[in-house]
């Protein structure tokens, strides 16, 4: 026998409100496994975002500014 074969006829034996609990659990399992796929998926496309935002970067061969561009400016408050 199949486990939501056994799972449909034990909370058929449950009075109906308490068929109405089960049926809430199930719902929150699911949306549970749902965020967790999310996370999955995500975590698969982040080193690809990284890789692509990073393309070409490698290649740049001078700076673009030099140290002579740099300027330490202080303020007195």
Avoid: C
């Avoid at 109906?16 to 999310?38: G, I, N, P, S």
């Avoid at 935002?53 to 300027?71: F, K, N, Q, S, V």
Wanted: overall charge negative; aromatic content about 8%; hydrophobic content about 30%.
């Amino acid at each position: 026998m199949k486990v939501a074969e056994n799972i449909n006829k034990q909370v058929q034996r449950l009075p109906e409100h308490t068929q109405a609990e089960v049926l809430d659990f199930v719902e929150y399992l699911l949306t549970k496994a749902e965020r967790v796929q999310a996370r999955e998926e995500e975590q698969e496309w982040t080193p690809f975002s990284l890789a692509s935002a990073m393309r070409g970067i490698e290649e740049e061969t001078e700076p673009e500014y030099t140290e002579g561009d740099l300027e330490e400016r202080f303020t007195s408050s």
